[in-house]
């Protein structure tokens, strides 16, 4: 019995090691968000910067294209308070396959946004397999992206840092998710707007010399089922592709006196096809406003 009780000796080692390994992935983990999270909040514009309206009146839609139009009736009332920040909560899937069959892997997170200046932090643990998960930050910190994953929140498996392309296809999410915080799309906000038809409008957002434009679909009853972008960098293996990218909303209801979606499905449209590679819903939805 003696190589049973060595055996058991080794199983209690690898559990602490284990246990400790995690231990320490968490706290790293935690402070490089904390840290993550002072960039962010230290990028905002103070509260003094208004010549900008603190709640919106349907003045401010006149001249806009008519499903736009449409989109902040159904969204907001007179007299909303324009979203200064907000704190979400996800779960869902996603997707770890860039090609070939889809391998969907169960999430949580928390993201928190900042409206001016524009940015984000998307703070994702993902269950890899029984015991292992991957961390992931996905940000656009003051012009800057970020996408780093970590195993365990120890192990870097992706990195990717800076300005170019990386920057503005965090931008690219900070805009399109703005269905979350609609009052960013209002024409005080920054945004402007483009007709094209009864369905669809083009919205243009900028910081500092970053532009980005996407299409916007909107049904009938004016909520927004739809963001595509033409192209928007994309991580395959250690290369950044660029690829037709599209988000798709659903779900739509009441929270603070806005409508908004809180399910999503985001998407690269590939030649070979639409893949899915995040589907989420939202669990909590805090703002803060601008007044």
């Known amino acids: 019995m003696v190589w049973f009780k060595g055996l058991l ?10 246990a400790g390994f995690t231990a320490l992935g968490n706290w790293r983990w935690a402070a490089s968000t904390s840290a993550l999270t002072e960039r962010l909040e230290a990028g905002r514009s103070p509260a003094s910067d208004a010549a900008l309206p603190a709640r919106y009146t349907p003045r401010e839609i006149e001249g806009l294209p ?22 979400v909560e996800h779960s869902g899937s996603f997707n770890m396959a860039a090609t070939g069959a889809p391998q969907w ?15 984000f932090l998307w703070n994702a643990q993902l269950a890899m397999a029984p015991g292992v998960g991957v961390r992931v930050h996905d940000a656009y910190l003051q012009g800057r992206g970020l996408l780093h994953a970590a195993a365990l929140g120890l192990f870097s498996v992706a990195r ?17 998710e703005a269905a979350w915080y609609p009052t ?31 299409l916007f679909e909107f049904d009938d009853a004016g909520l927004m089922t739809s963001v595509r972008a033409q192209a928007r960098g ?16 659903s779900n739509h209801q009441q929270r603070d006196g806005m409508t908004v979606p809180l399910t999503g499905e985001v998407a690269w449209l590939l030649p070979e096809g639409r893949q899915a590679y995040w589907r989420g819903t939202i669990q909590s939805l805090d703002y803060e406003w601008a007044e």
Do not use: C, H, N, Y
């Not at 000796?9 to 284990?18: E, G, M, P, Q, R």
């Open 160 to 176: 990717l840092e800076g300005e170019g392309e990386i920057a503005r296809g965090e931008f690219m999410r900070f805009f399109a």
């Open 184 to 214: 960013a799309l209002l024409p005080s906000q920054g945004t402007s707007w483009q007709a094209v038809d009864d369905r669809f409008a083009k919205a243009t957002l900028a910081d500092g010399p970053i532009s980005v434009t996407l």
């Open 105 to 119: 892997k169960a999430f949580t997170s928390r993201q928190r946004v900042v409206i001016r200046r524009p940015g």
């Open 9 to 18: 000796l080794l199983v209690a080692l690898l559990a602490l090691a284990a």
């Open 234 to 249: 994309r991580m395959v293996g250690k290369a950044i592709e660029m690829a037709a990218w599209e988000g798709r909303w």
């Open 66 to 87: 008519a499903p736009v139009q449409r989109f902040f009736r159904a969204t907001l009332k007179p007299g909303q308070a324009m979203v200064a920040a907000a704190t």
